[in-house]
């Protein structure tokens, strides 16, 4: 029997609270069972906020697909505490599934003094993980950071399959090392795409320097990895719609949306994430992706 047929037929998928509707989304598509996890052994939690797991079917034997985002940072614990647990009772293999990898962007030492966050976090994520799959990471580079066998599965497939139909002649990135998801996305689309040229002043302002782009009429789709305090892409659109885009999009596969980010974002007319993160934007699903990625 190959690997796939076996794995279809005993796998349990387990989710963590930061994953549960994309969990149960990737259960559906892989024709698995979720496994349910108590999140609370009082009513409302440890009254010091501490973490707390329990699986509440068996898992002995089993292969798991674990899923869990690492944001906030509580549920970087729960993580660790799901992976014990599941190690603990018995199951015999654990593919994790982080749909968005936080400390991602900490992938190298921009200062001396500094950690690489990336690298600390998949060191430990990487205890009770036989494989690990992340989806559209900011630099895919960190995956050799796992001494497990380590894979990205992009999220744009997600977001063009939302903006399919919806009118959109080009996709831009907001800066060049996004180029690659404009293109993935503009190609899907059959859209022309391209890329702006932004400085990052600080954590949370942006410049974006002027570009010759033929917009004037037409719909932009500005697609990311990850919006955070949205200062990217409002910065963008505003420069867009100077330059007289008809409809601005903001699309990403992570909303992460810090503090008044969705407000900052009225500057365009949709905001659209992927459920690797939940918010009022989310809009699309990458379990497909997942689940092929899986099977
Ligand atoms: C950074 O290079 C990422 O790809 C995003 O562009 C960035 O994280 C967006 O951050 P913000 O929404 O705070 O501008």
Not at 59 to 75: A, H, N
Not at 96 to 117: C, H, N, T, W
Not at 188 to 195: K, M, P, Q
Request: with cysteine.
């Amino acid at each position: 029997m190959n690997r796939s047929a076996t794995f279809r037929k005993t796998v349990r998928v387990v989710a963590g609270s930061a994953s549960l509707l994309l969990g149960k989304e990737l259960a559906t598509a892989l024709k698995a069972d979720l496994v349910p996890v108590a999140f609370e052994k009082h009513p409302g939690g440890f009254p010091d906020g501490e973490r707390y797991v329990r699986l509440t079917a068996p898992v002995k034997g089993q292969e798991v697909v674990l899923i869990q985002s690492t944001f906030p940072d509580t549920k970087i614990v729960e993580l660790f505490l799901l992976q014990d647990a599941l190690a603990d009772e018995g199951a015999r293999r654990i593919d994790l599934v982080i749909p968005y990898f936080g400390y991602g962007r900490q992938d190298k030492k921009f200062e001396a003094g500094e950690p690489i966050s990336a690298r600390a976090l998949a060191h430990r994520l990487q205890v009770h993980a036989d494989r690990v799959l992340t989806v559209s990471v900011h630099n895919p580079e960190v995956l050799r950071f796992f001494d497990v066998p380590a894979e990205d599965v992009s999220g744009m497939p997600a977001v063009a399959r939302y903006l399919k139909g919806r009118g959109v002649d080009i996709v831009l990135a907001p800066d060049a090392n996004a180029q690659r998801f404009a293109r993935e996305v503009g190609q899907s689309l059959g859209a022309d795409w391209d890329f702006l040229e932004k400085k990052r002043l600080d954590s949370f302002s942006v410049e974006m320097k002027p570009k010759a782009l033929d917009v004037r009429g037409r719909s932009v789709a500005i697609v990311d990895d990850v919006i955070s305090t949205g200062a990217t892409i409002a910065t963008a659109a505003r420069m867009l719609r100077d330059q007289g885009a008809s409809h601005v999009v903001a699309a990403c596969v992570h909303g992460l949306f810090a503090s008044d980010a969705l407000q900052r974002l009225q500057a365009c007319d949709e905001v659209v994430a992927t459920d690797t993160l939940l918010s009022p934007a989310t809009k699309a699903s990458v379990a497909p992706e997942l689940a092929a990625a899986l099977a």
